[in-house]
């Protein structure tokens, strides 16, 4: 199964990430994130059979609460849109340790950049890249939970499911 390990929204976050999504509904057009499937993926694990290893490492590494900052929207490939969570040395932490325990256990992150915490709002969107100029308040929320996420085609609609999530307080 695809699986990858992401932070989920509470209800008030996705609503205000919601609303950024739609300032750039209102001026481009493409495949725009469903809410429910708005997330921060933190490590991309691919096709795994046997997800068992993944478990402590994800235990041993989210130990604390970590304050995201949502601040400014950008682009990758010039077509995926998404919001940025201002530079967190926790967040840095976390995706460095959890590499470097999951490669023991053979798992590689198939990220092409160096990581760049993002929320995918669209992807292969057109727009005039001109009229981009989309600003908001930046927001803030702590993130007590890391979920290990599912990813599959159901009835033709991509859906992501929480298999497994570890929680802090
Ligand atoms: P993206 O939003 O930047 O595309 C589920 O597919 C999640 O894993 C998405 O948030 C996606 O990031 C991320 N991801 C990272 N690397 C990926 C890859 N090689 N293929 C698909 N998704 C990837």
Redesign the pocket.
Known sequence: M?L?I?INFDSETKSKIIDVQNKLREIAAGRF?RPENL???I??L?EVEDYRAILPCMKKNFTEEIELCFSGVGS?RSN?Y?IGIKENPALNRLYRNLCADLDKYGFK????EIFKP???LA?EVSVNKDKVNISFDEFKMSANRLSL?K?ERINGK?T?TEIYGVSVK
């Open positions: 695809r990858f992401a994130t997330h921060l993926t490590f991309f691919g990758f995926l998404w992150t198939d990220a092409k993002h929320v995918t992807r996420m990813s991509l992501y």
